[in-house]
């Protein structure tokens, strides 16, 4: 257990669909990450809160929309995803030089 | 790219043998980070290494770096079949805001 908890763990959703992933952590750090893992690629830092602003966006399209209402949680929300979307979504958390992450979300898109 | 590239993509070894595992960089880093990815989880911080030192242990971890080379090493000394997993390196320059990784070794340890 690292202290940053995900939900869902497992999520299916058709292209038209809209839903959320949520990221929370009891660790009081001030950064909160997003990452995408693909099969055969590298971990790809989607976005990056500290203090809740946005401090970085990496190209990500804009069917990802993430949320950060306080600095302890984290959202993503989802809408009109294409199958390409579908990997292991991983929210990360940190105070210092190295991040704490959750167990992820394993996203499927049909 | 800035991103950490692990060396091999795949690794077998009996339980008892030492594993070793390789991490090249492009660019100028202030500290060099190695993770654990069981399948399907989440990552998890083993060690740090900062540009100013050339070696670091942890248990049965052992971590080198070469700067000159923009190289690092990961050693598992007698390694257990809890060991299987997958193993990333991650270069960090401000914190952990800009941390890359790579695509990571996948280790299996054969009871």
Not at chain 1, 55 to 67: D, Q
């Amino acid at each position: 257990e690292t202290g940053v908890t995900q939900t869902p763990r497992h999520l299916v959703m058709g292209m038209t669909n809209k839903k959320s992933l949520k990221c929370e952590q009891h660790l009081g750090h001030n950064a909160m990450y997003w990452y995408k893992q693909s099969a055969k690629k590298p971990l790809e830092l989607m976005f990056v809160y500290n203090f809740k602003e946005q401090t970085e966006n990496n190209s990500v399209p804009s069917r990802f929309s993430p949320e950060c209402p306080n600095s302890s949680h984290l959202f993503l929300h989802l809408h009109t995803l294409q199958p390409e979307d579908s990997a292991l979504y991983l929210c990360a958390s940190s105070q210092g030089e190295y991040a704490f992450f959750g167990q992820g979300t394993r996203l499927t898109v049909v | 790219s800035q991103q950490g590239e692990e060396d091999p993509q795949a690794l077998s070894i009996q339980e008892g043998e030492n594993a070793t595992m390789n991490c090249s960089y492009k660019t100028s880093i202030n500290n060099l980070q190695w993770y654990r990815q069981n399948s399907g989880r989440g990552l998890v911080h083993l060690i740090l290494i900062r540009s100013n030192e050339r070696e670091k242990h942890s248990g049965r971890l052992r971590v080198t770096l070469d700067t000159s080379k923009k190289s690092s090493s990961l050693l598992i000394t007698a390694s257990r079949a809890a060991d299987t997993a997958s193993y990333f390196c991650a270069t960090g320059k401000t914190g952990a805001n800009n941390l890359f990784f790579g695509t990571g070794t996948r280790l299996t340890v054969i009871p």
